[in-house]
């Protein structure tokens, strides 16, 4: 690990700091409008250390302290399980990066992050990911590889004012999570890569957040008249600068979301009204994905994701090796590859991998014996690939962009639409 200064130490939190480190986060990442103090990371650092949270507990935080016993540096790792061209994978999540003024350019996050990393391998976490500042993460092995939802904003001037006499809603309660768990995967195969919600999340999010913690929210169960259930909504408790965030919307029958949509968006649009306290609600954000039929069907305004997600894979072949189902899949679908036998020779100028197929199904995943790159059947940096393997970029997009990413003939580059084609993100992450 990292040296850190003289008398520093490197630990897990202890359940009585919860808060002290809810304190020290509210000022590290207070934005400028919060006046030097964030109810929203206050409140949302308690909860995390309450021990409820499905995917934290009290020992996911780490710390440095300094010599006088005070926190100078801290971080959490969220465990998740995020789903990827149909296979659901470990994934380990890390937030609340932030470290005292005082104590900045010592080195105490790079510390913290080669220690969140060994812990996370240790869970079987096969991807890390995080957000955050421009750059920064990119000394700690991690690249932008996987796009954050895509949103859509509608003004509430474009929205009906009544719901009609279609739709009613109420609070989910605790006999209805089985419905929303269900109802909620199917929705999330509209895209190819999403954050798995485990009935238990959704049993959190119920009601155990804090009324401060800015990702909070709300599920209401959709009736008709008769108290059938035909669908659910999620959105944020309180409105966010005039917008009111949806994080799910979803119909039982999907065949009734042309007649619904309208209906759905006035219910929506009058439950931020009720929530806007001192604000005035201006939008719906539509925080669902580009495939969403409610997007597609409300006419609102696509917006561009401001960021990406920082990823970090530290084992290929193993994510690779995960992934197998979803690649004897794509093949077993491809006229022209379904009976293929060979090998493809991955390069990532660092390391490289042979993958094996015999009759169209992957038989071996194999370090490659270093040869020269020009020698492989395609050749990229490491971050291309890792796009590559999500979906993020496909292989003509990364041969546009990068001079590195090398194809060896065009029978690879089919094969690599095949097997790694581009698909959407729309991840809601657990926090």
């Known amino acids: ?24 986060n509210a000022a590290a990442h207070a934005l400028p409008a919060d006046d030097g103090w964030s109810e929203h990371i206050h409140d949302w650092t308690l909860d995390l250390m309450s021990g409820q949270h499905p995917g934290c507990r009290v020992d996911d935080f780490l710390v440095v302290e300094d010599p006088a016993g005070g926190i100078a540096s801290t971080l959490v790792l969220l465990d998740q399980r995020w789903r990827v061209a149909g296979v659901t994978l470990p994934v380990g999540r890390i937030e609340l990066v932030g470290t005292a003024p005082a104590h900045r350019r010592q080195g105490l996050v790079r510390a913290l992050m080669e220690e969140v990393h060994r812990r996370s391998a240790a869970r079987g976490h096969l991807l890390q990911v995080i957000s955050g500042k421009p750059w920064f993460y990119r000394q700690f092995g991690y690249e932008y590889a996987l796009a954050k939802t895509s949103s859509a904003s509608l003004p509430v001037g474009a929205i009906a004012t009544s719901p009609g006499d279609q739709l009613n809603v109420r609070p989910a309660r605790e006999s209805d999570l089985d419905f929303i768990t269900d109802l909620a995967e199917v929705g999330a195969a509209r895209d190819g890569v999403t954050c798995v919600r485990s009935r238990e999340q959704w049993g959190y999010d119920l009601d155990t957040p804090r009324p401060g913690n800015g990702h909070a929210i709300e599920v209401g169960v959709l009736e008709r008249h008769d108290s059938a259930s035909i669908g659910f909504v999620a959105h944020h408790r ?23 949509s309208d209906p759905l968006l006035a219910v929506l649009a009058a439950r931020g009204r009720e929530r806007a306290g001192a604000q005035t609600l201006e939008q719906l954000a539509l925080l669902l994905g580009g495939r969403h039929p409610i997007v597609a069907l409300s006419g609102a305004a696509a917006e561009l994701p401001s960021d990406e997600w920082y990823v970090r894979i530290a084992d290929v072949a193993a ?3 995960a992934l197998r189902p979803a690649l004897d899949r794509r093949t077993a679908g491809s006229d022209l590859f379904r009976a293929w036998s060979g090998r493809l020779e991955l390069d ?12 169209g199904r992957v038989t071996a995943i194999e370090p490659r014996v270093r040869v020269p790159s020009e020698e492989a059947d395609v050749a990229l940096p490491v971050g291309a690939l890792w796009m590559l393997l999500l979906g993020h970029r ?25 097997l790694f084609p581009r698909q959407s993100a729309a991840v809601w992450s657990v926090l």
């Open 1 to 24: 690990m990292s040296p850190l200064p003289p008398s520093f130490t490197l630990r897990s939190a202890r359940p009585n700091e919860g808060d002290a480190l809810a304190a020290f």
């Open 238 to 260: 309180r409105l966010h600068d005039g917008r009111l965030l949806i994080r799910a919307v979803e119909l039982v029958d999907p065949s009734r979301w042309p007649s619904l």
């Open 319 to 321: 994510l690779l090796e």
């Open 348 to 359: 990532w100028h660092r390391g490289g991998l042979s993958v094996a197929w015999e009759d």
């Open 394 to 418: 496909s292989i003509d997009e990364l041969e546009a962009c990068y001079p590195d990413c090398v194809v060896g003939n065009p029978s690879t580059r089919v094969q690599l639409r095949c």
